[in-house]
């Protein structure tokens, strides 16, 4: 049985809508959003660590998850981004990433883009 709102029982964190998120995250967050750049961080908060990726303003970018890893206090997040064009089915777009990780990353979090579409 998977945890309600977990990708499954082996993975340690879930995706979350800002408006999901405990209030300190959504603020947090919410300040982030406003940008019209692509946008990386994270917030440890306890025993989470909560981890955003935003992209640009443009209304056609999207990113999306590859893999989650943790090591020696260290959580690494790669991810791919994608430039639909304007034609593309909207519900392929997804505009930023709210990760909830039950791991406190005291050493940090890198990002690494993994892969990146242009049409």
Do not use: C
């Amino acid at each position: 049985m998977t945890p309600t709102g977990y990708a499954s029982a082996d993975e340690r964190y879930r995706m979350l809508q800002i408006e999901e998120a405990p209030v300190q995250v959504r603020e947090w967050a919410t300040q982030w959003m406003a940008s019209s750049d692509w946008e990386k961080h994270y917030l440890l908060l306890g025993e989470k660590t909560y981890v955003l990726i935003k992209t640009s303003e443009s209304n056609t970018d999207s990113v999306e998850l590859q893999d989650l890893g943790f090591w020696a206090g260290e959580l690494s997040v790669s991810f791919q981004t994608f430039d639909y064009s304007k034609t593309a089915d909207l519900s392929l777009i997804s505009d930023y990433l709210l990760l909830e990780v039950d791991y406190a990353a005291e050493h940090g979090v890198s990002f690494r883009e993994s892969y990146s579409y242009r049409e």
